[in-house]
């Protein structure tokens, strides 16, 4: 299927070709491995993996901003999220907080995800015939598992056995990427936000409703950090902002202010990273976890705070909820060899990595990896650095894309200190390199 990648796709861009005369010239390509994969070349990012991750992040957050609403709305995303009260699978957890999501949309679940009896499989099958797009459910009997859970485009049962509804809605999105369909006028907004906001794909311009969806969702807790100079010696101040986004672009962020609250530490503030955070969090009630982030004054943006010193001439220390303003995915991951099974559940997460797995926390490395779409690509290397300059060349080797999350530092590596491509640099890393080469 890699070699007749090109064939394909010059096929479906040209002829447009019917769903069901392309499955009988394309069979291989309906099969959840295949899906996966001509996602991945189409664009570069896992699908399967990326998809659940992103939702199970977003999930406790979704379901905060589905059960403030009221009226009619509020009362059928209520009904929608009743079964999970009820049952702790986590694909049914999943299902409720998607068919939420179509509500919170003004869109109709029901016109989509299709639920059948087995015992009317005449009418099921008529239903079927004359669906553009959806993901069927056949029970048994009404309460009962499900019989069979699969994909309909064009009145077609193209996929078959999905296993469960999330999956189903994860390989349709894959479809529709690897056949250039549009997606189904009843559930546009749906696959918009799976789109853009989930998959993080085109997000460029976003519909004004997923574009308010998204402000609500990446909404932060900001705590603004001063020190002050007085007669005692340093007097650290913090002002708790609390409040939703009102508008951001990936610089900045503008809040709507609901609370606020001041603390002084006539002592000055903890010396380790660890034990400020938890003073924080403790003195502020906060109940998610967070970051630590400070503005870097010469690239004029906020980083990851690893060490306290770093903000002892800073003007500002962030609290970040927001993945936008923080990855949410570490690059450099250390593990102890006593939490293999926690350390492969993590890595089988991870886009892009270099893992690190000891045998103590002060101890030498165990093992030193790469990890790439979930699979430890190489394991062994030595050290973290000889991982990076490998990875570097295995992103060559495999035409990838740097990760978004040390964009960046690639780009360094790549035009600065390989001297590759070097005509164009991103503003901050021109600056670098002019003070570098001063």
């Known amino acids: ?21 392309f499955k009988s010239r394309w069979p291989a390509l309906f099969q959840q491995s295949e899906v996966n994969a001509e996602f991945l070349r189409i664009t570069t990012k896992p699908l399967q993996s990326k998809f659940m991750y992103q939702l199970d992040h977003f999930s406790d957050k979704l379901l905060q901003i589905f059960t403030s609403k009221g009226g009619v709305k509020g009362k059928k995303i209520k009904e929608a999220l009743a079964i999970t009260d009820l049952c702790d699978n986590i694909n049914t957890r999943r299902e409720c907080i998607l068919k939420s999501l179509v509500i919170y949309l003004n869109e109709d679940p029901d016109s989509f995800f299709k639920e059948y009896l087995a015992s009317a499989a005449d009418d099921a099958e008529r239903d079927i015939s004359n669906t553009v797009m ?8 009404g309460d009962g598992g499900p019989e069979d859970v699969g994909i ?42 799976l789109q853009k906001v989930v ?41 708790l902002l609390v409040g939703e986004i ?69 003007s500002t220390l962030k609290v970040i909820y927001s993945p936008i303003l923080s990855p949410v995915e570490p690059f450099i991951t250390l593990y102890t060899a006593s939490a293999a099974d926690d350390a492969e559940r993590d890595i089988s997460n991870t886009v892009m990595g270099i893992y690190t797995i000891r045998r103590n926390g002060d101890g030498g490395p165990e093992d030193v990896g790469i990890v790439i779409e979930g699979i430890k690509v190489m394991e062994n290397v030595g050290n973290v650095i000889v991982g990076l300059i ?42 670098l390199k002019i003070k570098l080469f001063a």
Do not use: C, W
């Open 199 to 239: 998959m993080n794909l085109d997000g460029h311009k976003l519909n004004a409703k997923i574009q308010q969806l998204k402000i609500k969702l990446y909404g932060v807790d900001i705590i603004v950090y001063q020190p002050m100079i007085t007669s005692r010696g340093d007097t650290y101040r913090f002002l």
């Open 1 to 21: 299927m890699e070699k007749t990648f090109s064939q394909r796709r010059l096929e479906i861009v040209e002829q447009r070709p019917m769903i069901g005369d």
């Open 134 to 141: 959806g993901i069927y459910t056949i029970r048994r009997n």
């Open 390 to 431: 490998m990875l570097l060349g295995l992103i060559y080797a495999l035409d990838l894309s740097f990760p978004d999350n040390l964009k960046y530092t690639f780009e360094f590596l790549q035009k600065v200190v390989m001297n590759l491509d070097g005509h164009k640099l991103n503003a901050k890393i021109q600056q």
């Open 246 to 314: 009102r508008a951001f672009s990936s610089a900045s962020a503008f809040l709507g202010l609901s609370d606020s609250r001041k603390l002084t530490l006539d002592s000055g503030i903890p010396t380790k990273v660890e034990e400020l955070h938890t003073f924080i969090k403790t003195f502020f009630q906060l109940e998610e976890d967070f970051r630590l982030q400070y503005m870097d004054a010469d690239f004029n943006e906020f980083i990851n705070l690893t060490s306290v010193s770093e903000i002892a001439h800073k």
């Open 152 to 193: 309909v485009i064009e009145g077609i049962k193209v996929m078959e056995n999905v296993g469960n509804v999330i999956v189903g809605l994860i390989l349709l999105l894959g479809l529709i990427y690897a056949l250039d369909l549009s997606f189904p006028d009843n559930l546009k907004y749906t696959f918009e936000f």
